[in-house]
């Protein structure tokens, strides 16, 4: 089951050029971008491990693309992806972030149900993969 | 760049024109004094370019030409001023996406301990893609006498960087030129990688004084005659004094002279002289020049 988080993941995966377009819109905008990586891509997991510290100096999209092709070399079967963050005061937030690298099989979330009092149901989302320990989770 | 499919002929003309490179040569000639090979090399490597991008409109090329540099030559020689318009040069032909240059020297690149050093040097190329990296005395990143010194660790990384990255960045290395030979021979690597090795010749008396009279003027100062005469007298003697750095000698020498021109309408102030005129707070006289110790024997015998 093909994740869909962030911007363009109903598109098709985005080559490098393109990748490095989006970010000089980023620089152009005068956002700090930055790569992060998991292997638990859980929708409410919004804390991914960072790869280095967010690019605040960079002028050019060839840069952050570096990193994100060291982050690939060395993780190759984990999600991958680039975030831009706008420090404009009264915004401090994430203002672009989609997916770079996505492992070569994604399990998917199972939906597992909870009956409570008054048939009432709650709802989980599981990630099959995250079942297994960490490291071992995309590797077949 | 306009660029049909396979067109029968191109105009190299237009593309000259569309990259507006002209303009960028045209004040390189005029605003910089002497220098001839290094004009006439940067000329030769701008049309390089605009024939490569003609071949590439063509179809006939693909891999981009490597265009890492070394400029050779004495302080003061116009090494860095030179690098700058090169940077204007290639975003204007598209070979750097931004055009932007990163100045470094050793300190910026080498760390103080190790596994300091590659994040560094990688921090400082990051900073630099789609512009140019000029590298200044380049030579002091490689020391022999310390073989656990960590700038061949930043060589490395320079290396595989300008080789894989070659459409990213383009590096410029700077240095004196006897110290960048022995810099070259220690690291061929480096050597081979650079396609084009550019010296700047040292100004002559004639081209050093033409060189004054701009910044003068660029500084919204002129010369009396008889400050001319002592320029001229001042740079004969300067050049064979110890420490001498071409332009730089002579920009700072001007330096001094406002110093002293303004210390002497100061006292005219204090005398009691009412008023000055535009004319006063921008004519430099000979005696302003002449105070320099230069003409009494320079740094050797004030010690």
Known sequence: MRITQGQFSFLPDLTDDEIRAQIDYAISKGWAVSVEWTDDPHPRNCYWTMWGIPMFQIKDGAAALYEVNACRKAHPEVYIKVNAFDSTRGVESMVMSFIVQRPSHEPGFGLQRTEEAGRTIRYTTISYAAQRPSGERYSS | ?303
């Open chain 2, 1 to 303: 760049m306009h660029a049909p499919t396979s067109p029968a002929s191109i105009d190299l003309q237009q593309i000259l024109r569309d990259a507006e490179v002209q303009p960028v040569i045209d004040q390189l000639e005029n605003e910089l004094i002497g220098l001839a090979p290094v004009k006439a090399r940067i000329r030769e490597i701008a049309a390089f370019l605009v024939v490569s991008r003609a071949r590439a409109a063509m179809g006939l090329e693909a891999a981009t030409p490597s265009l890492h540099m070394c400029f050779t030559g004495n302080p003061g020689t116009g090494k860095t001023t030179v690098a700058m318009r090169m940077a204007e040069i290639l975003h204007r032909l598209g070979y750097v996406r931004k055009g932007h240059v990163v100045s470094v020297t050793r300190d910026d690149l080498v760390g103080q301990y190790i596994g300091h050093t590659a994040p560094k040097t990688k921090e400082i190329l990051k900073k630099a893609m789609g512009g140019v990296l000029f590298i200044d005395e380049a030579y002091y990143l490689y020391r022999p006498e310390n073989e656990r010194d960590y700038g061949q660790e930043a060589i490395e990384i320079l290396l595989q960087v300008m080789e894989n990255h070659r459409d990213d960045l383009v590096v410029i290395l700077a240095g004196y030129k006897d110290r960048m030979d022995t810099f070259f021979q220690s690291n061929p690597g480096m050597s081979s990688r650079i396609a084009h090795h550019i010296d700047f010749p040292d100004y002559g008396e004639p081209e050093l004084l033409q060189i004054a009279g701009k910044m003068v003027g660029a500084m919204n100062y002129r010369l009396d005659f008889e400050a001319s005469k002592a320029m001229d007298e001042y740079i004969h003697l300067r050049r064979h004094q110890p420490h001498f750095a071409n332009a730089r000698s002579i920009r700072n020498a001007l330096d001094r002279a406002r110093l002293r021109q303004a210390n002497r309408l100061f006292q005219l102030a204090m005398e009691g002289s009412v008023s000055v005129t535009a004319d006063d707070l921008s004519t430099l006289s000979g005696a302003d020049i002449r105070a320099s110790r230069v003409f009494t024997g320079g740094l050797a015998e004030k010690k």
